[in-house]
């Protein structure tokens, strides 16, 4: 049994415009132990989704009109609030995407360790105090003492996103949601925050879902990866596979767009052509069409479902696809053209 499943989650905005379908059908599973990515451009449904996993979308405007979030086999949208307080936290670590607006500016760090470890476990403050330092201290902090009286705004942001972490893995959760961790920061710093995460991980067991728009830092780091576009999964499986082979358009543009030496060379950038689409306009037939090399009339006609890749594709022996499952008709013919490429 997976550690987290979640199954058919559907999540909707009220706004001026009308109802706002902002994640459709989306579904993940996550083993004790293992990472897997959420990955898309902006604007995808990656952070609204991992938000309503822990249901701290705001209500209203969001709405989960459907789907059950299994966390150890109890369902976390069916969870009263007193008892979902008691998970958060202590079963699921949450990683925000910006740790300058998501740490409280008045308080020292010491203070918010503390606070978040006193709300699940009933020890003398003097013993949490001693807790807070030991986590700043695992999470690479030098002098992590004195950390603990300063304020936000006196760490760098490197320094603040490894607060960030060991707030979340204080209490040792059986999942981390790791949202956008390494925005915003250098590549140095990224590295270690990467290397930090998978120590950490081996250390204590935990399971992470990573949620990012960098497919450089999902092929080292996650096992299996999803790939999200307007609201809905189009393409997931095993990360090497995905990487190897991408059989969705979307994936494929993606990762030509990934920055190497050589079109830094070159001078010129691979991007996806067109604009994301407008969630308050959805179309009837498949969202990326109109940015699609490969659409035909039925790619606009109807909207595809996420099925199993066959494994006969031509000129593809030897790659496992068996796990593959893709949201698209042209799928194959995509996958046989990356093969000859």
């Not at 579904?27 to 989704?49: C, F, H, M, N, Q």
């Not at 998970?87 to 998501?102: A, W, Y």
């Not at 590295?191 to 999902?218: C, F, M, N, P, S």
Request: proline content about 7%; hydrophobic content about 45%.
């Amino acid at each position: 049994m997976s550690l987290l499943e979640v199954r058919n989650l559907r999540v909707s905005f009220a706004t001026p415009r009308g109802t706002v379908q902002a994640v459709e059908n989306f579904g993940v599973s996550i083993d004790a132990g293992e990472t897997v990515a959420l990955v898309g451009e902006s604007g995808s449904g990656k952070s609204v989704s991992a938000l309503a996993l822990a249901r701290l979308l705001p209500t209203p405007p969001a709405r989960i009109e459907t789907g059950e979030v299994l966390l150890a086999g109890r369902d976390l949208l069916q969870l009263p609030e007193r008892e979902l307080e008691r998970v958060r936290g202590k079963e699921l670590g949450f990683v925000f995407q910006d740790p300058t607006s998501s740490l409280h500016p008045l308080m020292t760090i010491g203070e918010q360790l503390e606070e978040a470890i006193l709300v699940h476990q009933r020890i003398p403050r003097v013993t949490a105090r001693q807790r807070a330092e030991w986590a700043l201290a695992e999470v690479g902090i030098a002098d992590p003492k004195s950390r603990l009286a300063a304020f936000p705004h006196q760490l760098s942001g490197g320094m603040r996103q490894r607060a960030m972490i060991a707030m979340a893995l204080v209490t040792r959760p059986k999942l981390l949601i790791a949202d956008e961790p390494t925005t915003a920061l250098d590549v140095t710093v990224q590295a270690q925050l990467v290397a930090l995460l998978q120590k950490l991980q081996r250390e204590h067991g935990t399971a992470i879902l990573l949620i990012t728009h960098d497919l450089a830092l999902v092929s080292g780091f996650a096992r299996r990866t999803h790939v999200m576009y307007a609201g809905s999964v189009v393409e997931s499986g095993l990360t090497s596979e995905l990487v190897a082979r991408p059989a969705h358009p979307y994936t494929r543009a993606l990762l030509r767009s990934v920055p190497s030496l050589s079109t830094s060379l070159a001078g010129a950038l691979p991007v996806i052509s067109g604009a994301p689409p407008d969630p308050a306009h959805p179309s009837i037939g498949c969202a990326f069409a109109p940015r699609c090399e490969f659409t035909v009339d039925s790619c606009r006609e109807r909207r595809p479902a996420l099925v199993p890749l066959s494994a006969s594709v031509p000129g593809a022996a030897g790659v496992r696809v068996q796990s593959r499952r893709v949201a698209c008709t042209e799928s194959e013919r995509v996958v046989a053209a990356e093969v000859r490429s």
